[in-house]
């Protein structure tokens, strides 16, 4: 008989604030909050547990934060810096189960079935995790279920109340002055008797016993079916605030009501509906080092070491069928001080020769300073170079032996100049399916794009082209024998047209008010190949206006 399903959740309620802790060294008993920009102020995205002992709370204003606590600590958030942390402890939570999968922004959920016992049950597992969180420095609040959901919910809302909505007649709804009042006046510090107090939770209090769904769940607010705000506050009004309130009702009608999301989130809390736990594949990672046995700090020395890097580099990204993009070259001295250079290709390659140039290029700004000790190559972005195709190994063979003997001049070329410049200050034009000057083709970046195969025959067209200006000379079809451009008067010579194009019907083109146009090459006396066109009219007069200028 298999075992039963168990999913274990995990949140980290400070991940963002007490990651900034661990990397700055900062005191726990400082309060610390992290900000993010919403609308046009700044609010509280997290804090640590100083902050929140002096009464602050997430999506509060700062300037309300700091008149509550002046000596509050603020940062800003760092979403990817975060999200790289989180992919960390995923990978540390790989050691409990092989299906961990990441819940953005600060929580794990792990497929714990058959795992448990492996570390003397999940009591035992709960209270590890715990131990390597606080030794971490890190808060963390953990569920065990049978369902995703239901871990969810025990992780975040085991032992808390139902939400109360206000009415006005609540006794924590009184003026702050008169709740102050009361709470200095409290009996059992004059002798009287103390209220109970609340026992603190153990490991075994978010952990739902194996088919205890329901019984686990009842007595849960609602927020724990992870449904939106909005949603429990319409659920509120109507005297329903807890799981257990809604269990029973007519699915029909709650359907009709707030919608089929309620009805789908109680089913997975439930394990009505299934919710698999998608682990996250792990990145790709591509690096060689090399130590030294001896500091080295002569050219000759840097290159012979890039030598005997790059073909092992070259034989990972051969084996997983990538290319790299991007690669980094990190050279770090014998005083504990480090230099990187970066070069990018305009084609993904796991050729050696194809990223060996850039590299040479850029050791004229290597300083060795009292020498290199240890040298390490990194890819920093990589691509698949080979089409996953199901093909017979000889058909295979093939296609990769056709794609390695293309020839790369041009991309080599690319790559060199992008190594100075920049990759993406390099274009490329392609054509485009249409007849309007303006939209005849495409710029395209050279490193993300391969050459066009061939360009639709068109009609002459200049050299340079820039948005109409206005030319004044007659008003007839045919063109005026002398007329004014630029400040200028010119003669025509010889007029060859006309070329008629109009707009896409299904676009609208604000720049085509003007109605139709009549395209002319007229040469003038000066020399001189223009690009006129007469607007024949619109929604605005038309006239004569010049596009462009032929060599």
């Not at 003997?405 to 690319?414: E, R």
């Not at 061939?454 to 007839?476: A, I, K, Q, S």
Request: some cysteine.
């Amino acid at each position: 008989m298999p075992a039963p399903r168990r999913v274990l959740s995990l949140w980290f309620p400070r991940l963002s604030a007490e990651r900034l802790m661990r990397r700055e060294g900062l005191s726990e008993s400082a309060p610390l909050a992290v900000l993010r920009e919403t609308g046009n102020m700044q609010v509280i995205y997290s804090m640590n547990a100083a902050a929140e002992q002096q009464g602050l709370a997430v999506d509060q204003p700062m300037r309300d934060a700091m008149a509550m606590c002046p000596d509050l600590v603020t940062r800003v958030a760092n979403l990817p810096q975060d999200a790289a942390f989180l992919a960390l402890l995923r990978r540390w939570a790989g050691q409990f189960s092989p299906w961990v999968g990441q819940e953005d922004p600060a929580a794990l959920v792990i497929d714990l079935t058959g795992c448990a016992h492996l570390f003397g049950g999940e009591v035992a597992l709960v209270q590890q995790i715990e131990e390597d969180c606080a030794r971490f420095g890190l808060s963390v609040s953990v569920g065990i279920a049978d369902t995703v959901g239901a871990a969810w919910a025990l992780a975040r809302y085991s032992g808390q109340s139902a939400h109360v909505l206000r009415t006005g007649d609540a006794i924590d709804q009184e003026a702050r002055a008169t709740r102050s009042r009361a709470a200095k006046r409290r009996h059992w510090e004059r002798g009287g008797a103390r209220p109970p107090v609340t026992p603190p939770e153990t490991p075994a209090d978010r952990i739902a016993p194996p088919g205890k769904l329901r019984q686990v769940l009842a007595p849960l607010p609602l927020s724990a079916l992870r449904l939106p705000t909005e949603t429990v506050t319409s659920l509120a009004r109507l005297g329903l605030r807890r799981i257990e309130d809604i269990i029973g009702m007519p699915r029909a009608a709650l359907a009709r009501r707030f919608g089929h999301e309620v009805l789908r989130r109680l089913d997975q809390a439930l394990g009505l509906e299934a919710e698999p736990v998608s682990p996250a594949r792990p990145a790709y990672h591509f690096a060689v080092r090399l130590t030294l046995p001896d500091p080295i700090g002569l050219e000759d020395d840097v290159i012979a070491a890039i030598d005997k890097l790059l073909p092992v580099l070259s034989q990972k990204l051969r084996d997983k069928g990538r290319g790299a993009r991007r690669v980094r070259l990190q050279l770090f001295r014998t005083d504990d001080t480090s230099q990187s250079l970066e070069v990018a290709l305009a084609r993904p390659s796991w050729d050696p020769d194809r990223f060996r140039p850039l590299l040479l290029m850029r050791l004229g700004e290597i300083d060795a300073g009292f020498g290199i000790d240890l040298m390490r190559l990194e890819v920093r972005q990589s691509e698949p170079i080979l089409a996953h195709q199901n093909k017979g190994r000889l058909r295979a063979h093939q296609t990769e032996g056709e794609q390695l003997s293309q020839n790369t001049a041009l991309d080599d070329v690319i790559g060199q100049i992008g190594a100075r410049i920049g990759l993406d200050q390099i274009t490329r034009m392609h054509p485009a399916e249409s007849h309007i000057p303006e939209k005849s083709s495409l710029i395209l970046g050279a490193a993300w794009s391969d050459p066009a195969p061939e360009w639709p025959w068109v009609r002459h067209r200049p050299v340079v082209m820039f948005p109409p200006e206005l030319v004044h000379g007659e008003d007839t079809p045919f063109p005026p024998q002398e007329f004014r451009w630029r400040g200028r008067w010119l003669k025509r010579v010889r007029a060859v047209g006309p070329e008629r194009i109009a707009p896409e019907w299904w676009f609208e083109e604000h720049r085509w008010r003007s109605g139709l146009r009549d395209y002319w090459r007229v040469d003038v006396e000066t020399g001189e190949r223009l690009w006129l066109y007469f607007a024949h009219g619109g929604s605005v007069s038309g006239g004569w206006f010049c596009q462009g200028e032929f060599a």
